[in-house]
């Protein structure tokens, strides 16, 4: 099964760090999903310091995190226990111990051939529909400022129904949908703030 921006994402029934989660029940709630390697890994362990330190960035938006990969609990518990002993930093968000490989698979971001997960990220809105994915090369890590950046384009849009322009940021204007009649292109030409009948910046 592939995983589609547009479409409903997967649900399932896990175990994690912070007990069972039917993923269903956060419906309503926007969702950041995403899967690493594995445990006790150099950059997943950079990664989940960063997505830690910027937690509290994420819930002022209503984001709920998941962390995802097919390592134990058991595994998991060692790994957060050791990056809370060695760096005091403490893992507040779940993550899932995939050891079935179940969730992996519905979100495609299982590697056949290794039998562990890659570097994926799933943004997920209030109705439960992908809106964002990307897949990461095992040896480059994620930019929380990206992630969180896109976050907030995807959260304006859902307000104000209004796309962003290239190297967007809150506060800045959005962009209205083109035309899609001659007749509207000609009016569209006319109004403010249209730079060109196919593109127009509006202040939200």
Request: glycine content about 6%.
């Amino acid at each position: 099964m592939a995983v589609f921006i547009g479409q409903k994402a997967p649900d399932f029934t896990a175990n994690t760090t912070k007990g069972p989660l039917v993923f269903s029940s956060l419906k309503g709630k926007w969702v950041l999903l995403f899967s690493h390697p594995a445990d006790f890994t150099p950059v997943c362990t950079t990664e989940f310091m960063a997505f830690s330190n910027r937690y509290e960035d994420f819930r002022k938006l209503g984001v709920e995190l998941i962390g995802l990969s097919v390592d134990s609990i058991y595994s998991h518990i060692a790994w957060l226990k050791d990056i809370k002993e060695h760096y005091g930093i403490e893992i507040p968000f779940p993550v899932i111990a995939d050891i079935d490989k179940e969730v992996a698979r519905l979100y495609n971001v299982l590697d056949e051939k290794v039998g562990g997960t890659v570097r994926g990220v799933f943004i997920i809105d209030p109705d439960q529909v992908v809106r964002w994915m990307v897949y990461y090369p095992a040896e480059v890590g994620r930019s929380m400022d990206e992630i969180i950046r896109v976050i907030k384009a995807f959260q304006f849009n859902w307000k104000n129904k209004l796309a962003t322009p290239a190297n967007w940021k809150e506060g800045e204007a959005g962009i209205q949908g083109a035309p899609t009649s001659f007749a509207d292109a000609l009016k569209r030409e006319k109004e403010e703030g249209a730079e060109r009948w196919y593109l127009k910046r509006v202040k939200a």
